[in-house]
């Protein structure tokens, strides 16, 4: 009884978006591939992010919460001579951040590394391997109409 009364309810509604403009059927409807959000081909513009220049200093992302230095730096160690491993850690628990570095002695050892571990896994997690980027500049305090700077860590 209750399936007989709803079917005339869908039909109706059937008929009602097949005679609603067209835009709002496209909000609608699931199959509609013209919008940008539905379709992440359409936005095709997006650049690509700019690749790093070769060096021996890797970073690496997809860590763990159980990774530690020492072994970040023996899964890295079989594809070359490790100089120096690090996970950044949380300074409150101790765990892993999810990213470190590995710093290799020449860019030989650098590049097998990434082509050895980019998209492996280590410790139960994908792990990313790519040249590391230098770190950013940060950007100075521009202080406006002459004003002192905040005064940081006090309250008003």
Sequence with gaps: MAMAMRLPAIARAATEMAAAPVGLRRLFCSNATKFSFLSPQANAETPA???AEPSTNLFVSGLSKRTTSEGLR???AQFGEVADAKVV???VSGYSKGFGFVRYTTLEDSAKGIAGMD???LDGWVIFAEYA????QP???QPQNNMPPPPYGNRY
């Design 49 to 51: 992010r700019p690749q």
């Design 89 to 91: 850690t949380d300074r």
């Design 74 to 76: 023996t899964a890295f």
């Design 139 to 141: 950007r100075s305090y």
């Design 133 to 136: 980027r230098p770190r950013e």
């Design 119 to 121: 998209g492996k896994f």
